[in-house]
């Protein structure tokens, strides 16, 4: 099937951490899709047209089974309920629960706070610079991979949760992505970027990188 006439279509940017994470799902459970590029640098994904499709005004958003989803980590849920190979998610409960939690931290406490309508916040209302933005990230961020850090320090397969990247590896790789282009110290997190390292060994985490998007800037 021609990528053009492909029904699954997620709205993303190259640079957006939570459309790198459903990116990842996608290639890891091997689903084909398309991708319409927004401008967020340019607040394309405030356009009337997207927020018409797309209400919460976030990117990224996943057309697929003639439904709209927004919210990356029940996009990814979805797509587990939908397509149970390569399993994001373990099956017994309590592991469930562990890998969400290790995720949320990622997504709902570390992302939220160092969004881009955020920064942008501090900069037009509250008179911060580089610098000062800089901090504020680089803050939420070291405290949130502090906390990850010592909860996983004793864990010992290959990805966080065993034999196979999870949700959670979903979700770790964007935000340390994201921590090196605000230039987080991230040597205090040794498992954390051993299970980064190993997640970059695999080709469905190659594909999703952002370099590797259509939207991506051809030069550096
Ligand atoms: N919790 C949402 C977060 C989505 C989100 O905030 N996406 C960012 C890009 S990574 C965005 O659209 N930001 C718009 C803005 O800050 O103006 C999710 O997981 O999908």
């Not at 502090?146 to 990247?165: I, N």
Request: aromatic content about 8%.
């Amino acid at each position: 099937m021609p990528a053009s006439a492909c029904p699954i279509v997620l709205h993303g940017y190259w640079r957006s951490s939570a459309a790198y994470r459903v990116r990842i799902a996608l290639a890891l459970k091997g689903i084909t899709y398309r991708q319409v590029c927004l401008n967020m640098l340019q607040g394309e994904h405030l356009h009337a047209d997207y927020r018409k499709i797309a209400p919460f005004g976030l990117i990224p958003m996943l057309e697929i089974d003639g439904l709209r989803l927004q919210q990356s980590l029940a996009i990814i849920e979805y797509l587990e309920e939908r397509y149970p190979r390569a399993p994001l998610l373990p099956s017994e409960p309590a592991a469930r629960a562990r890998v969400r939690a290790l995720a949320q931290l990622l997504a709902c406490e570390i992302h939220p706070l160092n969004n881009l309508r955020v920064l942008k916040r501090l900069r037009a209302r509250h008179g911060a610079d580089d610098a000062l933005v800089g901090q504020w990230y680089r803050h939420w961020c070291e405290e949130g991979l502090g906390a990850l850090e010592a909860a996983l320090a004793s864990s010992q397969g290959t990805y966080a949760m065993g034999d196979a990247p999870s949700l959670f590896e979903c979700c770790l790789v964007p935000q340390l992505y994201n921590a090196r282009r605000y230039h987080v110290d991230l040597e205090p997190f040794p498992r954390l970027r051993e299970l980064d390292a190993a997640c970059a060994r695999l080709p469905a985490f190659v594909e999703a990188a952002p370099q590797r998007q259509p939207d991506a800037p051809t030069t550096p």
